[in-house]
Structures are given as C-alpha cells and as structure tokens.
C-alpha cells in the first residue's frame, strides 16, 4: 500500500482548508490503495483529531516553530528574541528547529513515504529530498516584496525560499498570469521556474445544499451591508477586529449596514444592534422587524456564508489569500483590504491596482474606501466580471492529478 505525507504548517487557517480540500479529492485520482499520514499542531492538529477520529495513529503531533503571538498578528520583535531566548513558554528556536526535524525525521524513517504533500512546512522538504522521495510544497508565497520598515527580513526570506526550492515541484495556489492574486508575494527565481506549476485557488468545491432558511438569512433580506470578516489564528482575529471597531465608530458609519463574522464557534457573539442603539438576539430582531445597523455572528454556517456573500455589496478582510480568491473570484464582489502583515499589503494592493478592491491601511482609509466602491460600482463589476472569468478554482483537484502522475512514474 502507497503512503502519502501530509504535513500542514499550522499557522492561520489557510494551510489546513487548503490540505483538506486537497484530501478529499485524492482518491479520485490515485487508483491504487493509499493511506495518509498528516503532521501537525495545536489548532490544525486538534482540527484533525476531530476531523479523522478513527486514524488517530495516522496523526502526527510535530511541533513545527510558528512566530509569536503579538498583539496584531506575528510578534516580529518577540519572534526575533525567540531564535536565542524563551519566549512565551516557546523554548528557543534553535533548540525547536533541531527537535522538530528530529521528530520529522523519525516519522520519515517510520512510514517509508512514497510521495510527501507539504503546505507551508519547509524542514519536510529537505527531508524529503535527502531521501529521494517526490515532494510537492503547495504555497501562495516565495520571495514576497518587503516594505522599508520589514527590511531587515530579507536574510530569513532568502533562507526560507532555499528551502521551498529543494520540493520537487511547487504548486503555486493561484491562476496562471496575469490574474496572479499573489503575484507580489512570489518572485521565482530562474532556478525554480521550471518546478513552478500554477495549480489554481483551492476553493470548496462542495456545492452548498440549501436547506430552511435561517432567522440571519431572513434578517438581511433586501438590505445594502458589507460583509466584515475576522479570520486567521487568535492574535490576526483580534487584531483585525480591534481595526474594525476604530472604523465603526466614525461618523460615516452611522448608517453604514455591516454583518462582522468572528471565525468563532461562540453563540454568546450572535447579536444584533438597531438603529436605536439596542441590543437584540437575532430572532428577536427578526421578529420585531428591527430596523438594524450592526449583525455580529460567533460562526457561520456554509448555507448563511454563501447567502451573506451572496448578497453583499463589498467585503473587508485582512488580506488572506485563501479568503480573497473566493470573493473576488467565487462571488465577484470587490474587497476593502485592512492588512496585518506584508503578505496581506502584496495581495490587497494587487487587487487595488486592477481595481477589484482597495487598499486601506488607515482608519479613514476605509470610509474612503466604501464611498470608491460605492460610487464607481459598476467599474468594478467590469473588472471582477473579468477576473472571475480567468479564475481557475480547480487547485485541489489540478494538485491531486499531480500526485497521481508521480505516483505513477515511480511505479
């Protein structure tokens, strides 16, 4: 029986839903018996448990060093001290990388991979290519454009993009050029361009049953909002939700509708505030038939997400790859982009410079940046008409058909 490495850098949540839309195409394209290891931790490795409670022993905890927490996103300065010192009961990183590849290593030397899948974790390549073991690195990132305040970076950019170089192939999860959304976050060099296959967006592609309309759903009927999205690990979901409550409290939005989606599987969140400044449950301002400015839901099922995307006018996220391309090219609806990080920056200012969205990195930035959209909507309509046209969605399944073929060559 073949055996297939999955190992998913853990974090955010991007890398996971990527790895798991790819799983669950697999079999459709690898004919023979195969069984899959996946690597982990915290947050995706608990995710996994419960996903697979029946292969437990198919799952790996690997304590794969991530940045440090800071208040708004990574930590940079904590992350750096980190490399030497303990840091928020992280030992240092030295000491983490050596115990991590060990571990790695270990299992490597366990299951006798046939082929290695990796989303994000750089040491599984290298293993994999002391091994002459096939490995595919599925990213949305290479070399990504550094802004002047990030420069001192570079070093540890150049270091990671040797090491996503050493996979056998590097399945970029985003459409072919020109409709590259991460475009600014890549920058092959000419030594891996010929191991470069744009694979396409790992979008859902479950097609979401509608079934009895929800209290929400019925809520927001025939109304003009915009969809808020908190996403990412603890400190990016706090850090764009303390962004958002700054714009809600200017003055432009006074009247300005919103639905904020928390990325938390918290009902004590789901509320509704009116325009007379109460709070109701959703129920209760369905049936009252409040006239309502402000929805905050803990977690959306997948029927009221497509609804609320459905009927939105524009979206506001941070600037996540995996999140934008489903908007921008799911729904073709224009995104307001508040950024965490330079990865964000690179692939909301591509979307501003194409005109499918706006970037704004300033609390009076994203006022302005409704009334744009507002007032030039139909210039945008064009524009994203025309990117989701050259939208390519098929990510997991091109990736799959990928893993079949090397399977298949090595027979």
């Known amino acids: 029986m073949l055996k297939i490495g999955e190992f998913i850098y853990p974090w955010g949540s991007g890398h996971y839903s990527r790895m798991m839309r790819l799983n669950d195409v697999l079999r459709d394209h690898i004919k023979e018996e195969f069984e899959v290891h996946f690597s982990s931790k915290d947050h995706v490795y608990e995710k996994l448990l419960k996903k697979f409670p029946d292969e437990k022993e198919k799952i790996h905890e690997i304590l794969m060093p991530t940045p440090i927490d800071g ?3 990574p930590s940079v300065s904590m992350s750096l ?4 010192l303990p840091i928020s009961k992280n030992p240092p990183l030295v000491r983490q990388i050596a115990n991590y590849l060990r571990e790695e290593r270990k299992l490597y030397n366990e299951e006798k991979f046939d082929l290695v899948i990796n989303d994000g974790d750089m040491g599984s390549n290298i293993l994999a290519k002391n091994r002459n073991i096939p490995s595919l690195f599925i990213t ?6 550094l802004y002047n305040t990030r420069s001192y970076l570079y070093p540890s950019l150049i270091f990671v993009a040797k090491q996503i170089a050493k996979a056998s192939k590097i399945l970029v999860a985003d459409s072919p050029p020109p409709y590259t959304m991460c475009e600014y976050n890549l920058n ?6 010929d191991k470069v296959v744009y694979v396409g967006h790992f979008t859902n592609s479950k097609k979401v049953t509608k079934e009895n ?8 009927q025939n109304n003009e909002f915009g969809y808020w999205m908190r996403t990412g690990n603890k400190s990016t979901n706090d850090g764009t939700g303390q962004r958002y409550e700054e714009v809600f409290h200017q003055n432009e939005m006074k009247k300005e509708k919103r639905i904020i989606s928390h990325a938390r599987n918290d009902p004590t969140i789901d509320s509704v505030i009116g325009i007379d400044g109460k709070k109701y449950s959703v129920s209760e301002a369905l049936e009252r ?6 929805i905050d839901i803990g977690f959306l099922s997948e029927q009221e997400k497509d609804t609320i995307l ?3 006018k524009y979206a506001v996220v941070n600037g996540s790859h995996t999140v934008m391309g489903e908007i921008m090219g799911g729904k073709s609806k224009p995104i307001i982009g508040i950024p965490i990080y330079d990865e964000h920056t690179n692939n909301i200012r591509w979307a501003d410079e194409k005109s499918l969205g706006v970037l704004a990195t300033k609390t009076k930035e994203v006022t ?3 009334s744009k959209i507002k007032e030039n909507y139909e210039e945008f309509e064009g524009n994203l008409r025309d990117f989701s046209k050259n939208f390519m969605p098929t990510g997991a399944e091109n990736s799959a058909k990928i893993s079949a073929e090397i399977l298949e060559e090595k027979r």
């Open 71 to 73: 208040k708004f996103g």
């Open 81 to 84: 001290m980190n490399l030497l």
């Open 140 to 145: 949305n990132q290479f070399r990504p454009k």
């Open 188 to 193: 092959f060099i000419e030594e891996v361009k």
């Open 213 to 220: 309309e929800s209290d929400l759903e019925k809520l927001i």
């Open 289 to 294: 038939k409040i006239d309502w400015i402000q």
């Open 310 to 312: 459905n009927l939105c």
């Open 368 to 370: 302005m940046a409704i």
